[in-house]
């Protein structure tokens, strides 16, 4: 089975699991509901009194992007409990996934700091550095993102601290070459093209018919196809790095995931020296 095709199955198997139960996507719906708030709540005082009062409007911009992604970390660990839960063949709640989470606030806070730390230096990186600060600064987001993949699953499940969490995803990704690649870009890929497109093309057709009521119709239709899109990839990439994170560690395939698949997908690292 090419690379293709086995990412492809690994999204599907992904999916799979989301759609046996809707806590996963219930918490990716609270989560973004919540995010939502306070990033209103922070930002929308930052815009007024930004022209005024520079200062405070650049303490609160900053409180607000630490905020909102200390609350996506947070939901984040609540998600990969309840998808661990799921591949455990346990009914997952939402209730015991934020109780969970709760319990890890000193990991989540401190991985949320990290996390606001690094995407503000890459964002000065590359918008300030010029072309080469653009490349530099995109390669090391990659990288980045790439290491940090399993952190998630690491506070969720182990309950480490944020420091010892990145070394650790760290340690499992150089150990293992190439290994989130795979599933992430596939689940994306997956859900953008029978989900994203679909919803847009079914606005364009709606604003192309010419009638006022069929174009409010199927515009609304396409928005609810794309956000569930958007809400279904969610929980799937969330399942998919619980099984990655297991399999890698050494626990084995959950089901429904091909221990074939994730074998090729997490294959020890090649040693050139």
């Not at 996507?25 to 005082?45: C, E, H, N, R």
């Amino acid at each position: 089975m090419g690379r293709i095709a086995r990412g492809w199955n690994l999204a599907k198997q992904s999916l799979s699991v989301v759609l046996t139960d809707g806590s996963l996507a219930a918490l990716v719906v609270l989560g973004a509901i919540a995010s939502v708030l306070i990033a209103a709540a922070l930002f929308i005082p930052a815009a007024v009194s930004w022209p005024g009062d520079r200062v405070l409007g650049g303490i609160l911009v900053v409180a607000g992007v630490y905020s909102t992604t200390a609350m996506g970390v947070f939901f984040a660990v609540a998600l990969a409990t309840a998808a661990a839960d799921v591949l455990d063949g346990r009914d997952a709640t939402v209730g015991r996934s934020l109780s969970v989470a709760s319990g890890k606030l000193g990991p989540i806070l401190g991985w949320a700091l990290i996390l606001t730390t690094v995407n503000i230096v890459l964002q000065v990186i590359t918008e300030r550095a010029g072309l080469v600060g653009a490349i530099a600064g995109r390669f090391l987001g990659v990288a980045w993102s790439l290491a940090t993949f399993l952190v998630v699953p690491i506070v969720a499940l182990e309950g480490l601290g944020a420091g010892d969490a990145l070394k650790r995803s760290g340690g499992i990704f150089r150990q293992r070459w190439g290994s989130q690649i795979v599933g992430q870009v596939s689940i994306s890929g997956l859900f953008f093209i029978c989900g994203v497109i679909p919803g847009i093309a079914l606005g364009a057709l709606g604003v192309a018919s010419g009638s006022r009521g069929l174009a409010i119709g199927m515009v609304a239709a396409g928005a609810v196809v794309v956000i569930a899109s958007m809400i279904l990839a969610a929980a799937a990439r969330a399942v998919f790095s619980v099984a990655l994170y297991r399999f890698a560690t050494g626990a084995g395939a959950p089901a429904p995931f091909s221990g074939n698949d994730l074998e090729q997908v997490v294959r020890q690292r090649r040693r050139f020296f």
